[in-house]
């Protein structure tokens, strides 16, 4: 079946530093990426959707110069949390998605920022 | 404004007991819901779903309702195992293609006990 592989599966970082996480469909080709941030025990929040080659669109309320999203190939999205402070800290999850396959979900980054 | 939402943060049940976990929408215009089991630091991985054309979907010991003019659906699990255990979140999305984007609930953590 569809595979993506998130990476990395946790970081932990500095204040003020940037972080990328980088998310890759193993064996399809995906059309379209989303991003996610799941704070404990609630939803998965969607930040922001990105298709192949285009500027990602962002949901009401993400900044999109703090998180920098690009979606260079059909098999590559990276997530880079810019200037990171301790509320960014959060579980941040991909999920790629083609049109016949549907959605296919990566494992998830746990960012600790210190 | 949660469009989806699951009241109830936990559910317990017998091994070998049906499971029902239910989610509730506020967005009409809403085509197809899908169900995920979530173990923590994992990503999401698909379980069933139900296209608003139709009230009912089975695969194996899950089967998913759909009740459009409550806007309400449930996942029932017969029986229930304990590798059931698990965080389930139910999705939403408006129109047909596996590209859209989905909006989830909050999440119902259900333990199943040997």
């Known amino acids: 079946g569809a595979v993506v592989s998130q990476h990395p599966s946790w970081?932990?970082?500095?204040?003020?530093?940037?972080?990328?996480?980088?998310?890759?469909?193993?064996?399809?080709?995906?059309t379209t990426m989303f991003w996610y941030r799941q704070?404990?025990?609630?939803?998965?929040?969607?930040?922001?959707?990105?298709n192949e080659g285009s500027k990602a669109t962002y949901e009401q309320?993400?900044?999109?110069?703090?998180?920098?999203?690009?979606?260079?190939?059909?098999?590559?999205?990276?997530?880079?949390?810019?200037?990171?402070?301790?509320e960014d800290s959060s579980f941040y999850i991909?999920?790629?998605s083609d049109r016949v396959d549907g959605y296919t979900f990566g494992s998830g980054t746990r960012l600790t920022v210190v | 404004d949660q469009q989806v939402k699951q009241n109830s943060p936990s559910l317990s049940v017998q091994e070998g007991r049906i499971s029902i976990l239910n989610c509730d929408y506020t967005n009409s215009m809403f085509d197809y819901f899908l169900w995920y089991k979530k173990y923590?630091?994992?990503?999401?991985?698909?379980?069933?779903?139900?296209?608003?054309?139709?009230?009912?979907?089975e695969d194996g010991r899950f089967t998913v309702f759909l009740n459009k003019s409550a806007k309400h659906l449930s996942l029932h699990i017969v029986p229930s195992q304990p590798g059931d255990s698990a965080v389930?979140?139910?999705?939403?999305?408006?129109?047909?293609?596996?590209t859209g984007k989905l909006?989830?609930?909050?999440?119902?953590?259900?333990?199943?006990?040997?």
């Open chain 1, 11 to 30: 970081v932990i970082c500095k204040s003020g530093t940037s972080v990328k996480i980088e998310c890759r469909s193993l064996d399809f080709q995906a």
């Open chain 2, 88 to 98: 389930y979140f139910c999705a939403a999305r408006r129109g047909s293609s596996n």
């Open chain 1, 39 to 50: 704070f404990p025990k609630q939803s998965l929040m969607l930040m922001a959707t990105s």
């Open chain 2, 40 to 57: 923590p630091a994992e990503g999401p991985t698909f379980l069933i779903s139900i296209s608003s054309i139709k009230d009912k979907n």
């Open chain 2, 103 to 114: 909006i989830f609930g909050q999440g119902t953590t259900l333990q199943v006990k040997p």
């Open chain 1, 61 to 86: 309320g993400v900044e999109k110069d703090k998180f920098l999203i690009n979606h260079a190939s059909l098999t590559l999205s990276t997530l880079t949390v810019t200037s990171a402070h301790p």
């Open chain 1, 94 to 96: 991909c999920s790629a």
